[in-house]
């Protein structure tokens, strides 16, 4: 079956630009979230979505990211005004609602953002 | 807060060379633990993972046991194979998943 989606995969914009990179998790997930990988920093924690719960926010790095996820299934992530500090690769990732907090989280295969 | 602590790479191997990628974390209650594998060019896929102390998770060769009294997860195998190079994130999850920082992983032939 398919897997998370993301696209675009890369992306390059100038500095001060808006990108929107968009994640279609698997079919009947009610999980996703949102990360951003930097280069020889780990995964860091954007954004969790869980139902129709109010999203956990609390790992946006400014007010110039937002997430949205329409219809409980596609999600926007949005970076405002892009500073090169922003580049970094975009992981998306969902999970089923059946296994409790033990359930596995399918990473997307990323988007490349590059700020000039 | 929540945390982990995994040694820094790069890892350089040989082929049929015995690995240990360290791991120690920090949380509240009792978290499940994971290792993560990231293949060149792919996404984060789920390698093992262990829900409690004393658990073994294993999976293509590769273990890891859950030892709740020294607070570790340490990944193993015993011979690595040039297919193994990879990025591997150890991260555990009590409300959230915390992934530690990576280590980057060639095996050479």
């Known amino acids: 079956g398919a897997g998370v989606s993301q696209s675009p995969s890369n992306k390059v914009t100038e500095k001060g630009k808006d990108v929107e990179l968009r994640c279609d998790p698997i079919?009947?997930?009610?999980?996703l979230y949102w990360y951003r990988q930097s280069l020889g920093q780990g995964l860091e924690f954007l954004i969790y979505?869980?139902?129709?719960?109010?999203?956990?926010k609390s790992g946006l790095p400014s007010d110039r990211f937002s997430a949205e996820r329409t219809g409980g299934s596609v999600s926007t992530l949005t970076i405002q005004r892009t500073q090169q500090e922003d580049s970094a690769v975009y992981l998306c990732?969902?999970?089923?609602?059946?296994?409790?907090?033990?359930?596995?989280?399918?990473f997307g295969p990323g988007t490349r953002l590059t700020v000039l | 807060g929540d945390s982990v602590t995994q040694m820094e790479g790069p890892v350089t191997l040989s082929e049929e060379a015995f690995l240990t990628i360290n791991c120690t974390y920090t949380?509240?209650?009792?978290?499940?633990l994971f290792w993560y594998v990231q293949y060149p060019g792919e996404g984060l896929q789920l390698l093992l993972k262990?829900?409690?102390?004393?658990d073994k998770g294993s999976n293509k060769g590769f273990e890891a046991t859950y030892r709740k009294e020294t607070t570790s997860f340490h990944l193993e195998k015993g011979s690595v194979q040039v297919s193994d190079s990879a990025v591997y994130f150890c991260?555990?999850?009590?409300?959230?998943?915390?992934f530690g920082k990576g280590t980057k992983l060639t095996v050479n032939p």
């Open positions: 990732a969902s999970s089923s609602p059946s296994g409790g907090r033990y359930n596995e989280q399918f």
């Open positions: 991260a555990l999850k009590s409300e959230k998943l915390v």
């Open positions: 979505f869980q139902g129709n719960s109010a999203p956990d």
């Open positions: 949380a509240t209650g009792y978290p499940s």
């Open positions: 262990a829900t409690k102390a004393d």
């Open positions: 079919s009947g997930h009610t999980a």
